[in-house]
């Protein structure tokens, strides 16, 4: 949510170079009841993500645990400063490892650095190893994303031996999220060529520029992030500082209706989050909290 400051300064640039390219043959499609239900248990890991660390460890965060009460958590760390929350654990009715990890908090002064170090540098060839030079991410998002990524993959590791499973679902809302969208390239890089890798995020910023997103769209298959009405924390860092957001964006419009848009961060629909949220002054942030489909997501709603 820091975004905001950074950016407003900027909204008549972002307005202009956040304007979509003509694109033809593209085609946007709702997404049906169950399609959508779907998505809840991977909303309520998000949520849980915020709560406090003792709580995850027993799993016992409130109506976000009970909501997948099957879960078995076996690794939770971070601080929610330095180091963002994140959790391990496996999911038997998901049949998967999940990874979750929490977005900003507010109060919190370092996660707020985080988000705003919005340089672009090159990804660790030691963490992403074969990734091209031309690849380029968010200087913050990287660097807290190194900081856990040896951890997580050694769990992840552990856990898909154990349970003798190939599925691995990441997960995270708002800076959760761009974490979880750099997990799921790191992490099909490093596991298995049969690791069943699924990403649902929500409210995530645009994490590198237009070839990592291209990347993600080849490497990632099964990728979604789900958007809120009018959340401008989507739309940010502007384009026109390089920044790309990669396929698999779901709009929900209103409760019981979203939609599926094709292709990258060039959606011409007005159904999608770059036409109907141009800039910033005409985005609403309390959107990204949600609810998405009934479900509040941050600080305050670990309940």
């Given at each position: 949510?820091r975004?905001?400051?950074?950016?407003?300064?900027?909204?008549?640039?972002?307005?202009?170079?956040n304007?979509?390219?003509?694109?033809?043959?593209r085609?946007?499609?709702p997404?049906?009841?169950?399609?959508?239900?779907?998505?809840a248990?991977?909303?309520?890991?998000?949520?849980?993500?915020y709560?406090?660390?003792?709580?995850?460890?027993?799993?016992s965060?409130g109506?976000?645990?009970?909501?997948?009460?099957?879960?078995?958590?076996?690794?939770?760390?971070?601080?929610?400063n330095a180091v963002?929350?994140?959790?391990?654990?496996?999911s038997?009715?998901?049949?998967s490892v999940?990874?979750?990890?929490q977005?900003?908090?507010?109060?919190?002064?370092?996660?707020?650095?985080?988000?705003?170090d919005?340089l672009?540098?090159?990804?660790d060839?030691?963490?992403?190893?074969g990734?091209?030079?031309?690849?380029?991410?968010?200087q913050?998002?990287?660097?807290?994303?190194?900081?856990?990524?040896?951890?997580?993959?050694?769990?992840?590791k552990?856990?898909?031996?154990?349970?003798?499973?190939?599925?691995?679902?990441?997960?995270g809302?708002?800076?959760g999220?761009?974490?979880a969208?750099?997990?799921?390239?790191?992490?099909?890089?490093?596991?298995?060529?049969?690791?069943s890798?699924k990403?649902?995020t929500?409210?995530?910023?645009?994490?590198?520029n237009?070839?990592?997103?291209?990347?993600?769209?080849?490497?990632v298959p099964?990728?979604?992030?789900i958007?809120?009405?009018?959340?401008i924390v989507?739309?940010?860092?502007?384009?026109?500082?390089?920044?790309?957001?990669?396929?698999?964006e779901?709009?929900?419009l209103?409760?019981?209706?979203?939609?599926?848009?094709?292709g990258?961060?060039?959606?011409?629909?007005?159904r999608c989050?770059?036409?109907?949220?141009?800039?910033?002054?005409?985005?609403?942030?309390?959107?990204?909290l949600?609810?998405?489909?009934g479900?509040?997501i941050?600080?305050?709603?670990?309940?």
């Amino acid at each position: 949510m820091r975004f905001l400051e950074l950016y407003l300064s900027l909204a008549a640039l972002a307005a202009k170079s956040n304007a979509a390219p003509t694109l033809l043959g593209r085609s946007v499609t709702p997404l049906s009841a169950s399609d959508l239900a779907s998505l809840a248990p991977f909303t309520q890991f998000s949520r849980a993500a915020y709560c406090p660390t003792n709580k995850l460890r027993s799993w016992s965060c409130g109506q976000a645990c009970t909501a997948n009460s099957d879960f078995q958590p076996t690794l939770v760390g971070g601080d929610g400063n330095a180091v963002q929350t994140f959790f391990i654990g496996f999911s038997p009715s998901q049949n998967s490892v999940i990874v979750a990890h929490q977005g900003t908090d507010p109060t919190q002064l370092l996660s707020d650095l985080t988000d705003i170090d919005i340089l672009m540098v090159n990804l660790d060839p030691k963490l992403f190893p074969g990734v091209s030079s031309s690849v380029h991410v968010h200087q913050g998002f990287r660097n807290e994303h190194a900081v856990t990524a040896p951890t997580i993959l050694k769990e992840v590791k552990r856990l898909m031996l154990l349970k003798n499973t190939k599925k691995v679902a990441l997960t995270g809302h708002s800076l959760g999220g761009a974490l979880a969208e750099l997990d799921s390239l790191f992490l099909t890089l490093n596991l298995p060529s049969s690791t069943s890798i699924k990403v649902v995020t929500y409210g995530v910023p645009r994490v590198g520029n237009a070839s990592f997103a291209q990347l993600i769209d080849a490497k990632v298959p099964n990728f979604r992030r789900i958007n809120n009405k009018d959340d401008i924390v989507p739309i940010l860092p502007g384009r026109f500082l390089g920044f790309s957001h990669p396929h698999g964006e779901v709009h929900m419009l209103s409760p019981g209706n979203a939609v599926s848009c094709p292709g990258d961060d060039d959606a011409t629909d007005a159904r999608c989050e770059i036409k109907s949220v141009p800039n910033i002054l005409e985005g609403n942030i309390l959107d990204h909290l949600g609810p998405y489909e009934g479900i509040s997501i941050g600080t305050i709603f670990c309940t």
